[in-house]
T-cell receptor, first 112, second 114 residues
Framework: AQSVTQLDSHVSVSEGTPVLLRCNYS??????LFWYVQHPNKGLQLLLK??????LVKGINGFEAEFKKSETSFHLTKPSAHMSDAAEYFC??????????FGKGNQVVVIP | DGGITQSPKYLFRKEGQNVTLSCEQN?????MYWYRQDPGQGLRLIYY???????QKGDIAEGYSVSREKKESFPLTVTSAQKNPTAFYLC?????????????FGPGTRLTVL
């Protein structure tokens, strides 16, 4: 069985300051990990993914994440928050049949 | 213009009625998925299909049914047996069913039971 834990359901950051969203996973397999972003009443957009290549993964809109097997973590970071980053973020792990297990999400608020 | 379309965007249903949500993709993807999203929770898998004329139950399949008669279409029927159907429903597709394949999501359908 696979699972994802995202702490801090709500995260507030000031515009221009760093963003850190934490994700820990549990997987019986060598994992594929994803971060998706969802704006209100919209579908999900892929930010980045890890599939056993480089452990530091760069994504869209200045986001990146680092896979740390020893810590079973895949935290998402961005050096400087922008107002357009206000959204909900999901960390996701897939199984060999591409069935996805989602974390409960981080709702990010950006303060001007 | 490739992508995934879901219709309608908003849907209202009376208790006891079945309702069908549409999902179409023109990405030539083999695999398609249906998820349900409730406030404060991540998405949960309802059904998935890795090839035409074949599909499998996900984690919360009770009260739902699907068909996969065409590669590009994967409609979801919410039956009257679903106890709490009010939710946001998202359809996704991927090129195949491998764990490294990215799933691409449609814009969603918000279903409200009156």
């Amino acid at each position: 069985a696979q699972s994802v834990t995202q702490l801090d359901s709500h995260v507030s950051v000031s515009e221009g300051t760093p963003v850190l969203l934490r994700c820990n996973y549990s997987s019986s397999y060598s994992p594929s990990l994803f971060w998706y972003v969802q704006h209100p009443n919209k579908g999900l957009q892929l930010l980045l993914k890890y599939t056993s290549a480089a452990t530091l993964v760069k994504g869209i809109n200045g986001f990146e994440a680092e896979f740390k097997k020893s810590e079973t973590s895949f935290h998402l970071t961005k050096p400087s928050a922008h107002m357009s980053d206000a959204a909900e973020y999901f960390c996701v792990v897939s199984d060999p049949n591409n069935r996805l297990a989602f974390g409960k999400g981080n709702q990010v608020v950006v303060i001007p | 213009d490739g992508g995934i379309t879901q219709s309608p965007k908003y849907l209202f249903r009376k208790e006891g009625q079945n309702v069908t949500l549409s999902c179409e993709q023109n990405l030539n993807h083999d695999a398609m998925y249906w998820y349900r999203q409730d406030p404060g929770q991540g998405l949960r898998l309802i059904y998935y299909s890795q090839i035409v004329n074949d599909f499998q139950k996900g984690d919360i399949a009770e009260g739902y049914s699907v068909s996969r008669e065409k590669k590009e279409s994967f409609p979801l029927t919410v039956t009257s047996a679903q106890k709490n159907p009010t939710a946001f429903y998202l359809c996704a597709s991927s090129i195949a069913g491998a764990r490294t394949d990215t799933q691409y999501f449609g814009p969603g359908t918000r279903l409200t039971v009156l």
